[in-house]
């Protein structure tokens, strides 16, 4: 059974930085894509990026020369380096995993369950 676990969330002022990450078990996943979406209160979740298992990246646009994505297999690990951060970041981060089948066929996402981010104005 995979399981996701976020870590690195918490407080930080307006300019800050964070470095999220999401330790991955329970299955392989250097052939699947990894990612973060994020859910601030009263608005729907969002993606914010991914990374497939090519290493290839894509970011929302709020976030594009402020975050950074990256993995390391080894680790089963995905991260999310927030820098310049902004209030309207805040939200609860989740990590999420897929299996990447080729010719843009995927199978459903595994979740974990969010780590909170809060930035101060």
């Known amino acids: 059974q995979v399981q996701l676990v976020e870590s690195g969330g918490g407080f930080v002022q307006a300019g800050g930085s964070l470095r999220l990450s999401c330790a991955a078990s329970?299955?392989?996943?250097?052939?699947?894509?990894m990612g973060w979406y994020r859910q601030a209160p009263g608005k729907a979740r969002e993606l914010v990026a991914f990374?497939?298992?090519?290493?290839?990246?894509n970011y929302a646009d709020s976030v594009k020369g402020r975050f950074t994505i990256s993995r390391d297999n080894a680790k089963n690990t995905v991260y999310l380096q927030m820098n310049s951060l902004k209030s309207e970041d805040t939200a609860v981060y989740y990590c999420?995993?897929?299996?990447?089948?080729?010719?843009?066929?995927?199978?459903?996402?595994?979740w974990g369950k969010g780590t909170l981010v809060t930035i101060s104005s």
């Open positions: 999420y995993t897929r299996t990447e089948y080729g010719n843009n066929v995927y199978g459903l996402r595994d």
């Open positions: 329970g299955g392989i996943f250097s052939t699947n894509e």
């Open positions: 990374i497939g298992s090519g290493g290839g990246t």
